[in-house]
């Protein structure tokens, strides 16, 4: 595991604990993503992690820029928090 992506890690731990979703709301806000980029990276989330090729989600994962790794923790914030809710 990179540092960056330690660094992100802990950044998803602490947003979990945090129920406060402004911060994150403004790093995704400033990011250079479109929305058309944006669905097609979470369809694409979706349907690899849903396979049951782990070499094929790992590779399309590990060349992922740091924006678009923003924005699937993100996702995953969001996602847990709303499963927690339910």
Do not use: P
Request: negative net charge; glycine residues 4%; aromatic residues 8%.
């Amino acid at each position: 595991m990179t540092e960056e992506s330690q660094q992100l890690d802990n950044g998803v731990i602490a947003e979990l604990q945090n129920k406060d979703h402004s911060s994150l709301a403004q790093q995704l806000d400033g990011l250079t993503c479109d929305h058309s980029d944006i669905v097609e990276l979470l369809a694409q989330y979706q349907v690899l992690s849903e396979q049951d090729d782990d070499q094929k989600f790992d590779n399309w994962y590990d060349n992922l820029c740091e924006d678009q790794l923003r924005v699937l923790k993100s996702f995953e914030i969001y996602r847990a928090h709303y499963e927690g809710t339910n």
